[in-house]
């Protein structure tokens, strides 16, 4: 098996082939000097099983029993346990795996269902290969885009933040909705967040991290020293044709993660669907480009069709409301019950949930909203695609 790309889709189906079949003989093809990246990936734990939790545990460097929102009009603690995986130690595992081969510093020129063509020329043959190089840009998607710089700070005292703050949004929203992300690593060290949800995937990662430092200064934080920056750029689904999506896809070969459009549309949390994917391709038989392809296909449509309700509420996030209202959105879902909330982060909300999202009065205009409730017809408007490169 080749895997293109080592990053957290891949890497996950690396872990899960060893367990499983540790027979195989994987290779994974990375173009960065360490698989992994420099990224922080985190879940809520009511995002998976038992079983999958226990199983990804050895990745988790952090846990902690629960999580709050911030907003302008409450706040409010939710006892949901909450996860982060660094990328280090991803990078780690994978690295100790007996029967995985890690080539990093490797580009990649072409990909087929057969095997890869790398720069310099050389063809590698393999009976699956799979692409889990990052989001493909698409026609047939329309897009907003969830945008975030983030620094991991120590600071010169403790800085009080027990449990993580996965959305203040009581800052200055500044056109888009906005909020900080904190991420307690140490009673003296905070990831720190400036995450913002856009209609343009332009990343100002200097002013972005000034930000952040104005906010710690705000909240009588002393840094002592700055310890690491992420940012990333994350697509998010307000509507599409999921298979014209499909149909533009390199043919039999089986795209994983981003690129096969398997995130939450709402959030953009990607590591449940890695996991999910994961165990799929652990139990396919025969593990060929050809058979994983139509079943990763078939999983990812399937996916499409139930989010229906996500790309809708995107829409209303997006379309209906106003840059710096936005807030509202996110401010009406936030007071509704929890077990409730739990299943929309987990992707699984029943008919009951779905009819409490939709009932009440909008947090929008309400012809705005009603703009939004067709996605056929959403899609004949002009385009928001994502550029080249932007994720």
């Not at 990224?39 to 990745?59: N, R, Y």
């Not at 490797?106 to 692409?131: F, W």
């Not at 993660?257 to 890695?274: E, I, K, Q, V």
């Amino acid at each position: 098996m080749l895997l293109v790309g080592a990053g957290l889709a891949n890497g996950l189906i690396a872990l899960r082939l060893a367990a499983l079949r540790p027979e195989l003989e994987v290779v994974a093809l990375e173009a960065a000097p360490r698989p992994g990246g420099n990224h922080t990936w985190s879940f809520h734990e009511s995002d998976l099983t038992v079983e999958q939790d226990a199983w990804l545990a050895p990745l988790v460097a952090h846990r902690w029993p629960a999580q709050s929102v911030r907003f302008p009009a409450f706040r409010r603690r939710f006892a949901t346990g909450y996860r982060s995986i660094p990328s280090e130690r991803l990078a780690a595992a994978l690295e100790a795996l007996p029967n995985l081969e890690l080539r990093c510093g490797t580009e990649v020129a072409t990909v087929a269902p057969d095997g890869v063509t790398l720069a310099d020329g050389a063809r590698l043959a393999a009976d699956c290969v799979i692409d889990g190089r990052g989001f493909r840009p698409s026609a047939h998607l329309q897009l907003g885009f969830q945008k975030f710089v983030g620094l991991e700070l120590r600071f010169a005292a403790p800085h009080g933040v027990a449990e993580p703050v996965i959305m203040d949004a009581t800052v200055d929203q500044g056109g888009d909705y906005r909020f900080f992300y904190l991420l307690p690593f140490g009673a003296d060290r905070l990831l720190i967040e400036d995450t913002r949800y856009s209609d343009a995937p332009d990343l100002d990662r200097g002013r972005m991290a000034e930000e952040i430092l104005g906010y710690a200064a705000a909240q009588g934080w002393a840094i002592d020293e700055r310890l690491r920056e992420e940012a990333g750029v994350l697509p998010i689904t307000l509507a599409g044709d999921a298979e014209a999506f499909w149909a533009d896809m390199p043919a039999g070969v089986p795209p994983v993660g981003l690129r096969a459009g398997l995130f939450h549309p709402t959030t953009g949390y990607s590591l449940p669907d890695a996991v999910r994917l994961a165990e799929l391709v652990a139990e396919t038989r025969p593990l060929s480009s050809a058979a994983l392809y139509e079943r990763i296909r078939a999983y990812a449509l399937a996916r499409w069709e139930a989010q229906g309700l996500f790309r809708f509420l995107n829409r209303m996030l997006f379309d209906a409301a106003d840059g710096a209202g936005r807030y509202r959105v996110l401010q009406r879902f936030y007071r509704l019950p929890e077990p409730l909330i739990r299943r929309f982060y987990a992707g699984s909300p029943t008919f009951a949930d779905k009819t409490r999202l939709l009932v009440g009065k909008p947090p929008v205009p309400i012809p705005a909203a009603l703009g939004c409730i067709s996605e056929r017809a959403f899609r004949r408007r002009p385009r928001r695609n994502l550029v080249a490169g932007a994720v």
